[in-house]
């Protein structure tokens, strides 16, 4: 087994060179807390939290007695984690949290996901609905649940899915009734709700999405509730674990189905606009398991290049010494590959929570999130397949645990929407939607990064003409979704090598020679994605 090593350096790169600091200095948190942060994080998640996730695979979870069960060491782990404060890092000072900015929160996330994925499925929804509830929730709301947040006492799940609504939300057929005395309960059945019951927080708390008019009223009758694990200090609300998932990863995480059975709830936002509510938490989730496949291709690429370097085979032509596998040619190319994707993807996702931070675009945000969901999922198993093929026989293994990464990480391309969803919003929605203001916005942000630099721009402007035609294309379409998947392509490649073609000439020297390999990369995924979209059009 290679111990998980958290890349502390790359991520402080990204933070920099993303226009990050700006931002963090203004939360007082410079670049050198910043570092200091992240060292202490990292330090906490190699020791504590890395050794309970190939056991916790191993272990899973179980229903005793009605209630899940999370594997030996995970409830130890979770009490460190709130005892040194991480629980809090992201939640308002009036709370009881730290108020952390978005980038820091979101490096916080990523180390935790590369550390343990499972316990970060756990964990990792506490930002989002705490978010949520500060812009939707009445005043007694914050004040009532935020600080349990903040303490570790709750976690928090998102509970949308059900067995017959799973992409199609307007089918949900949760009820959300209202007593005579003005309060609300809910019942129905959700499926796939990770941490829907764990042992580690004393109490949950649900965000619901239940429907409060007629089915015929389709998403505009649904509203989103506050439904709490306990309706008094000890008493359990009418919510029943019915099942945990046997599922290919994730094994410690527990997804569960959950039946409410006239569970007390209260509404958060407006009658009706639980959709909308919603979205505050779920786009800040897409963006979150952006990092999760960017912690994935990380961790695949550690164990592969760890590997590669010791892996004695074949000889040098000259010397006829032994040569470690990372110096035949095909090796290599994998390796630098591997790199690319980790590197693009957080580049990607790192802009987008600093841009996200500012509060300024939601437009623009709009446009890169499902970018980001996608490209950094799908760079997450393509990282855990080569690295897998770099090892051998061994990557077939237990032994070096990239199989775990493969199988961790293959949900990611699922959940919070699936990369084939997203691409049909690129195309069909976000080139339209208020005149596509979207899609206008991300011109603007490519068009600056290209401006901004001193450094060859070409295959950037080639790029940026090219997704230009094709939102010309998609716009005047009946047919938007034929392009859905080319654009989607497109569109990442046209975002990231613009990122790294601006921030090229300003490398120093030392980093110059750790990301000239990544650079390269870049330039010719850029250039074979331009080639391939080109010849997939052409053939239509």
């Known amino acids: 087994m290679i111990p998980f090593k958290a890349p502390i350096d790359d991520i402080l790169f990204a933070l920099s060179v993303t226009g990050d600091e700006n931002r963090a200095a203004e939360h007082g948190f410079d670049a050198e807390i910043t570092r200091e942060i992240l060292d202490h994080f990292a330090r906490f998640a190699e020791d504590v939290i890395a050794p309970i996730d190939e056991p916790g695979d191993q272990e899973g979870c179980r229903i005793e007695n009605g209630r899940v069960r999370m594997p030996s060491g995970f409830s130890n782990a979770y009490q460190s984690y709130v005892e040194q404060g991480w629980q809090s890092i992201s939640l308002a000072g009036e709370f009881g949290g730290q108020g952390a900015p978005a980038t820091v929160c979101g490096a916080i996330s990523e180390i935790l996901a590369g550390a343990c994925h499972s316990f970060q499925m756990v964990t990792g929804l506490v930002p989002g609905a705490a978010r949520l509830i500060a812009q939707f929730g009445t005043d007694d709301q914050r004040q009532t649940w935020l600080p349990k947040l903040a303490s570790g006492s709750h976690l928090a799940t998102m509970c949308l899915t059900e067995p017959q609504a799973g992409s199609d939300l307007s089918d949900i057929r949760t009820v959300a009734s209202q007593q005579d005395d003005g309060s609300w309960v809910l019942t129905g059945e959700k499926i796939f709700i990770s941490g829907g019951d764990q042992d580690l927080s004393d109490e949950i708390v649900h965000l619901v999405l239940a429907r409060t008019g007629t089915r015929e009223d389709g998403v505009r009758g649904l509203t989103l509730f506050l439904c709490p694990s306990h309706s008094g200090e000890k008493e359990r609300n009418a919510i029943t674990v019915t099942r945990i998932e046997e599922k290919m990863g994730l094994h410690a995480s527990p997804t569960c ?264 990369q870049v330039m010719e995924w850029g250039a074979v994605t331009l080639a391939c979209s080109t ?3 052409a053939h239509r």
Request: glycine share 8%; net charge negative.
């Open 257 to 520: 189905q959950l039946a409410f059975d006239g569970a007390t709830a209260t509404p958060i936002g407006p009658i009706g606009k639980g959709l909308m509510c919603m979205f505050t938490m779920m786009n800040h989730a897409r963006l979150d398991v952006a990092l999760q496949g960017v912690a994935h291709a990380t961790r695949a690429h550690h164990i592969a290049q760890s590997y590669a370097a010791d892996r004695k085979q074949g000889r040098d032509r000259n010397t006829g010494q032994p040569i470690s596998i990372d110096q035949h040619h095909d090796v290599a190319r994998m390796l630098a590959r591997q790199d690319m994707l980790a590197m693009v993807g957080r580049l990607m996702a790192y802009k987008t929570f600093a841009l996200m931070e500012t509060g300024t675009n939601s437009d623009l945000i709009e446009f890169l999130t499902p970018i980001c969901k996608s490209f950094c999922t799908d760079a997450g198993v393509e990282a855990a397949q080569i690295g897998i093929q770099v090892l051998g026989g061994y990557g077939y293994l237990r032994e070096y645990r990239v199989e775990q990464t493969l199988r961790d990480a293959r949900i990611c391309q699922i959940y919070e929407g699936t990369n084939g969803i997203h691409a049909l919003t690129l195309a069909g929605r976000l080139t339209r939607h208020k005149d596509g203001a979207s899609a206008k916005a991300f011109e603007a942000l490519i068009s600056d990064l290209i401006a901004g630099t001193s450094s060859d721009t070409e295959l950037a402007k080639q790029l940026l003409a090219y997704w230009q035609q094709m939102t010309s294309e998609i716009i005047a379409s009946d047919t938007p979704e034929r392009y859905a998947q080319d654009y989607m392509q497109i569109s990442a490649a046209t975002y990231g090598v613009a990122l790294w073609t601006e921030l090229a000439d300003r490398l120093s020297p030392d980093q110059t020679g750790r990301y000239e390999k990544c650079l390269a």
């Open 535 to 537: 010849a997939n059009i």
